[in-house]
């Protein structure tokens, strides 16, 4: 199957500072990139879909201006915690696919971000 | 809004038995329904994909069915090992003005004891 590598697997920070998280899909092209955020024994909560060449979506209630993400190439993906705090602590996974939809997702290995 | 609910939200059984994990959604608008397997503090594993115009998909010992009239999907697991141990979750694919994501249940964990 297609691998999705996301970098780092764990961050711990302080407060106030930014912390960028990548996803990468290694053997194949990425049209569209899923950023998801999950708290401890919860599922997964969609934050915003990435398009490669455009603008992200965001997910109601998700602030552009903390969780920015950029999509500049087919394969690469980042989200960029804007002045982390103690709230920002989670578990972030991305997912990517071809972007025609009706396929298989593939997700990366999840950063956990710890902010002091 | 398409909500995702799995139940039950935690299992646990002895080696050997097969199980059934459910999953509802309340928009049947849906394209396709995934399940994944979790495992702690990694990311997800796609399990099967069902289309939305197909009835069940089958890999091993598991498979899933979808009813989308019902807004019900369930993945059975035979023979389970412990090596299922994992927590599972489902997801559907909804599309809206060209554009598509996908909304995920609330998981099913589960534990199966040697």
């Known amino acids: 199957g297609a691998v999705v590598s996301q970098h780092p697997s764990w961050v711990i920070c302080k407060s106030g500072t930014s912390v960028k998280i990548e996803c990468r899909s290694l053997?194949?092209?990425?049209?569209?990139m899923f950023w998801y955020r999950q708290f401890p024994k919860q599922s997964l909560m969609l934050m915003a879909t990435s398009n490669e060449g455009s603008k992200a979506t965001y997910e109601q209630g998700v602030e552009k201006d903390k969780f920015l993400i950029n999509h500049a190439s087919l394969t690469l993906s980042t989200l960029t915690v804007t002045s982390a705090h103690p709230e920002d602590s989670s578990f972030y996974i991305c997912?990517?696919?071809?972007?025609?939809?009706?396929?298989?997702?593939?997700f990366g290995s999840g950063t956990q971000l710890s902010v002091l | 809004k398409q909500e995702v609910t799995q139940i039950p939200a935690a299992l646990s059984v002895p080696e050997g038995e097969n199980l059934v994990l459910n999953c509802s959604f309340t928009d049947s608008a849906i394209y396709n329904l995934q399940w994944f397997r979790q495992d702690p503090g990694k990311g997800l594993t796609s399990l099967l994909l069902i289309q939305s115009s197909q009835r069940e998909q089958t890999s091993g010992r598991l498979n899933a069915s979808l009813d989308k009239s019902s807004g019900r999907s369930t993945l059975y697991i035979a023979a389970s090992q412990p090596g299922d141990s994992a927590t599972y979750l489902c997801a559907v694919e909804v599309r809206n003005s060209g554009t598509y994501k996908y909304i995920f249940g609330t998981g099913t964990r589960l534990k199966v004891l040697a």
């Open positions: 997912s990517a696919n071809t972007g025609t939809g009706g396929e298989k997702l593939f």
């Open positions: 053997d194949f092209q990425a049209t569209t």
